[in-house]
Nanobody, 125 residues
Framework: QVQLVESGGGLVQAGGSLRLSCAASGRTLSTNVMAWFRQAPGAEREFVAGITLSSGTITYYADPVKGRFTISRDNARNMVYLQMNSLKPEDTADYYC?????????????????WGQGTQVTVSS
């Protein structure tokens, strides 16, 4: 099993920044890709960004966040981060960290076996 714990959410004004963190523990060596998803009230959970954990890092972003969000990792600390800049009110959602054994970044929630509890991000206009 892999346990994921998110932190770093909060309330920020439009145009501001937040950095989300995801701490992984347990059988982390069984995971190859980690990702961030988000779910706004009344909406489906959607892919935000993903990163491979092997050497030769590969990242992939959903179109709405390209150029504003950056996903990164610290394998030594079993941490994954999501730096969110130029935040917009439409970025308001609960943000979830997820992990999968798949070696490719697949932007579909059912591919990810492990999930954190989520952290809330609210962007005011």
């Amino acid at each position: 099993q892999v346990q994921l714990v998110e932190s770093g959410g909060g309330l920020v004004q439009a145009g501001g920044s937040l950095r989300l963190s995801c701490a992984a523990s347990g059988r982390t060596l069984s995971t190859n890709v980690m990702a961030w998803f988000r779910q706004a009230p009344g909406a489906e959970r959607e892919f935000v960004a993903g990163i491979t954990l092997s050497s030769g890092t590969i990242t992939y972003y959903a179109d709405p966040v390209k150029g504003r969000f950056t996903i990164s990792r610290d394998n030594a600390r079993n941490m994954v981060y999501l730096q969110m800049n130029s935040l917009k009110p439409e970025d308001t959602a609960d943000y979830y960290c997820a992990a999968t054994q798949h070696t490719a970044i697949i932007p579909l929630r059912n591919v990810y076996a492990y999930w954190g509890q989520g952290t809330q991000v609210t962007v005011s206009s």
